[in-house]
């Protein structure tokens, strides 16, 4: 099974600013995706990362407002832009193992934006 | 539309007593089904899934296309079971899951 680091764990954000998160994964999975959960809600998919091209993004979600990159099979960017408390989540990474469906996920990345 | 539905948020039982987590979803075509798990202080896993009809832990879940559902039970609960379960809907060939708002499950002694 593949084992994904992300980082940071958390973070307390200003207004305004924005913050990159970074996703590892120890061996190759076939594809990777970005995640939101909201308090109290589910996950959510923001995009699909795509090796050395364009993320493909889900209904409600943007590249300005988040860029993704993945320069190889093992590694992605999520960067949340111009954060407003809207944006505090947390956010998953998460790779696609070899068995249909059986996503292994990141601990996740908790945004606090004030 | 994809849709998955949870009814319930919080789930309480005792210990030995059967469980049923409920989950009905909504798509027009060929569904995958999945249940994942996330216990406390760990990351989401995937706990199983509908077309490979194993019992994981003593879970097990049976597909129901007429009624829609896909309910997780268990015979007997134990107190290690207590966690967050979300059913997830798979439209894009096992790629992108479409997730239920989740369950907690929680055990008492």
């Known amino acids: 099974s593949a084992v994904i680091s992300q980082k940071p764990s958390r973070d307390i954000c200003q207004r305004g600013t924005s913050l990159t998160i970074q996703c590892q994964v120890d061996?190759?999975?076939?594809?990777m995706f970005w995640y939101r959960q909201q308090p109290g809600q589910s996950l959510t998919l923001i995009a699909t990362?795509?090796?050395?091209?364009?993320?493909?993004?889900e209904s409600g979600f943007v590249i300005d407002k988040f860029p993704i990159s993945r320069p190889n099979l093992t590694f992605s960017t999520l960067t949340v832009s111009n954060m407003s408390p809207e944006d505090s989540s947390i956010y998953l990474c998460?790779?696609?193992?070899?068995?249909?469906?059986?996503?292994?996920f990141g601990e996740g990345s908790r945004l606090t934006v004030l | 539309a994809q849709r998955v539905t949870q009814p319930e948020k919080l789930l309480s039982v005792f210990k030995g007593a059967p469980v049923e987590l409920k989950c009905n979803y909504s798509?027009?075509?060929?569904?995958?089904l999945f249940w994942y798990v996330q216990y406390s202080r760990q990351r989401l896993q995937l706990l199983l899934r509908?077309?490979s009809r194993e019992s994981i832990k003593g879970f097990t879940a049976d597909l129901n296309k007429g009624e829609t559902s896909f309910h997780l039970k268990k015979p007997f609960a134990q107190e290690e079971d207590s966690a967050m379960y979300y059913c997830?809907?798979?439209?894009?060939?096992?790629?992108?899951?479409?997730f239920g708002t989740g369950t907690q499950l929680k055990v008492e002694l």
């Open positions: 998460s790779g696609l193992g070899a068995g249909a469906g059986e996503l292994f």
């Open positions: 061996s190759q999975v076939t594809m």
């Open positions: 509908h077309i």
């Open positions: 997830a809907l798979s439209t894009g060939g096992g790629n992108k899951l479409t």
């Open positions: 798509y027009s075509g060929s569904p995958e």
């Open positions: 990362a795509n090796q050395g091209s364009e993320a493909t993004y």
